[in-house]
């Protein structure tokens, strides 16, 4: 069953593994095949250190190839030559471009929103929240990634290009939201799918989707190579710019040595990366935003913890520009928020890999021998919950006490949301900043770790952090409470236990879709009766 790591955590190693002596590891053997699931810190150190001896196993990466080979769904030297090269983009150029992106269009966000509310209004709700927010991380990455320039407004007006049915933006979150029958299913299935049976709008709409992003992202790759002619060979701050660049840059070195291995990337691999930038950092920076305003409304003593810095850091006058070198590396409550969200909620529930041949791996206790093909499921979600490592961790005297109406009293440490558990506070002696825990290895694996770890990480955090300091610098986060009918028929307001329980029951219906997700997009009902609805108070 996919996902289950969220859905029953410990309870198959407590039920199936301790008994047979192996507290930490799982091992199913099935028609053919060995399977493996595990959560035991050295395994997953020791295999994530060997990419060539533990090769991708993920089905969903396998489905990211449709629009051509990238360096997700490669392995061996072929992923050696994409790693080099998309590494080299994401880098602190591109991060100072996704800060001040980030900043502008969350603004736009945050207008959106108190547009309705009426002028001077202090405070705004809106029940499309999440939905808001995933189309700010896609608007983020088209225009970081691709060089677009849309404004939040221009976002919200579809300008479809002359010949096409639907945006750059539409035909990615189609694919994306589609990603199987995407994958598999081929043009003429989609295209000619009849109208009478169930699912026809998406097949339609991925009829158009698939073959619509290859034709965007090809003029996309156009336009780039011949600004770039006219330029010279100096990249633009973006990464599609960067990737030619670099990809050309290395096609010159090669050609001058003579050489005959190819360093450089065809254009079917560079769209292929451009899939995977945009399809490997959309969903997951969504989702974690998502969870963190969920937990954020939940928790909010972890709000006021989170003023507290923010005010410290961003300049009193709204007007006044943040700047991505001074504001982002003290931003560290902030990031701790982030991780915390990641570790309760790692958008990868396990990360697949496989032995193509004999391999002797190191465990907590001894050393054993995988035979080949054994598919190694590593358990992301367990291990972030690994009592000997989170529970009660960093513990002091400037966390935040738990809310008032605390109800979950029973639940232990480690499964609670408490975001200065990775914040190291110095000595009262000590004249240092206080610092970001660092757990050892093996123990937080959300961007995975290795010579794989995601090339993506630091520009995740850079846009999380910009998009909350627009979030909190100027308003306190609320839920909503819903109107709820008493046992005689009589309406009346969510109690604040029922809207805490609602909320603890959102989280745990998650889902692993393409990530792991909650069920809160594409809320249509004015009633919010799925989801959750949002009031953004403003502070000042
Ligand atoms: C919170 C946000 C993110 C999380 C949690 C995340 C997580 C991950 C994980 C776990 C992997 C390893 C997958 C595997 O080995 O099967 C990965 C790989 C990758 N990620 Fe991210 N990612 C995030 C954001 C991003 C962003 C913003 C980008 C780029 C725009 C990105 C680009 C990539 C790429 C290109 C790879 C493949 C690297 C390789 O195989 O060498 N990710 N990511």
Same mark, same amino acid.
């Given at each position: 069953m996919h996902g289950w790591e969220n859905e029953f955590k410990f309870e198959p190693y407590k039920r199936w593994s301790i008994p047979l002596g192996s507290p930490k590891s799982l091992v199913f053997a099935g028609a053919g095949r060995v399977e493996v699931s595990t959560w035991d810190r050295e395994i997953i150190a020791d295999i994530l250190r060997r990419p060539k001896d533990f090769i991708q196993f993920d089905i969903a990466n396998f489905l990211l190839n449709r629009f051509g080979p990238n360096v997700l769904s490669t392995d061996g030297e072929v992923w050696a030559r994409h790693r080099k090269l998309v590494a080299s983009t994401l880098n602190e150029n591109i991060s100072k471009v996704v800060f001040d992106q980030s900043l502008v269009l969350a603004g736009g966000m945050v207008s959106e929103i108190f547009e309705n509310s009426g002028p001077g209004s202090d405070c705004a709700e809106t029940n499309r929240i999440f939905d808001l927010v995933k189309k700010l991380a896609i608007t983020i990455l088209v225009n970081a990634g691709m060089g677009g320039n849309q404004a939040w407004k221009d976002a919200a007006v579809k300008q479809v290009k002359p010949g096409f049915k639907l945006t750059y933006i539409e035909a990615v979150k189609a694919v994306i939201g589609n990603l199987v029958a995407a994958a598999i299913l081929p043009r003429w299935f989609t295209s000619w799918y009849p109208p009478f049976l169930p699912g026809y709008d998406t097949m339609k709409l991925l009829s158009y989707a698939v073959g619509e992003f290859r034709a965007h992202t090809k003029d996309l790759i156009d336009e780039e190579k011949q600004r770039s002619a006219e330029r010279g060979s100096v990249a633009r701050n973006n990464i599609l710019s960067m990737l030619l660049n670099a990809s050309k840059e290395e096609e010159r070195i090669t050609s001058g040595t003579g050489s005959q291995a190819k360093n450089s990337l065809s254009d079917e691999e560079i769209m292929g990366n451009i899939f995977i930038f945009t399809s490997a950092g959309f969903d997951s920076t969504a989702n974690t935003l998502a969870y963190t305003l969920v937990y954020l409304v939940q928790n909010p003593q972890y709000q006021d913890w989170l003023f507290e810095e923010i005010d410290a850091l !961003?300049?009193?006058?709204?007007e006044e520009p943040l700047e991505y070198t001074s504001v982002f590396p003290k931003a560290i409550r902030c990031l701790a928020v982030m991780l915390e969200t990641l570790r309760l909620h790692p958008p990868l529930v396990h990360l697949g890999k496989m032995t193509g041949t004999p391999q002797v791996v190191r465990t907590s206790t001894s050393e054993i021998e995988i035979p080949t093909g054994t598919i190694i499921f590593i358990n992301s979600v367990v291990v972030h919950l690994d009592p000997g490592v989170w529970r009660d961790l960093n513990r002091n005297k400037f966390e935040p006490a738990p809310?008032?109406?605390?109800?979950?009293?029973? !639940?232990p440490d480690e499964c609670?949301?408490?975001?200065?558990?990775?914040i190291i506070n110095p000595s009262d002696t000590e004249n240092t900043q206080p610092k970001i825990f660092q757990p050892p290895k093996g123990a937080f694996i959300p961007w995975s770790m290795g010579p794989r770890v995601c090339p993506g990480q630091k520009m995740a955090q850079v846009e999380f952090v910009a998009i909350f300091l627009v979030l909190l610098r100027a308003h306190r986060l609320e839920a909503v409470k819903m109107v709820v009918r008493d046992a005689s028929g009589n309406e009346r307001e969510e109690a604040d236990h029922e809207l805490h329980e609602r909320i603890v029951q959102l989280i745990k219906k998650s889902v692993s879709k393409v990530t792991q997700e909650m069920d809160v997009y594409n809320i249509a009902d004015g009633k919010c009766s799925r989801g959750l609805g949002f009031r953004l108070v403003r502070r000042h």
């Open positions: !961003v300049p009193s006058d709204p809310h008032k109406d605390d109800i979950d009293g029973d !639940v609670r949301f408490r975001p200065s558990r990775w």
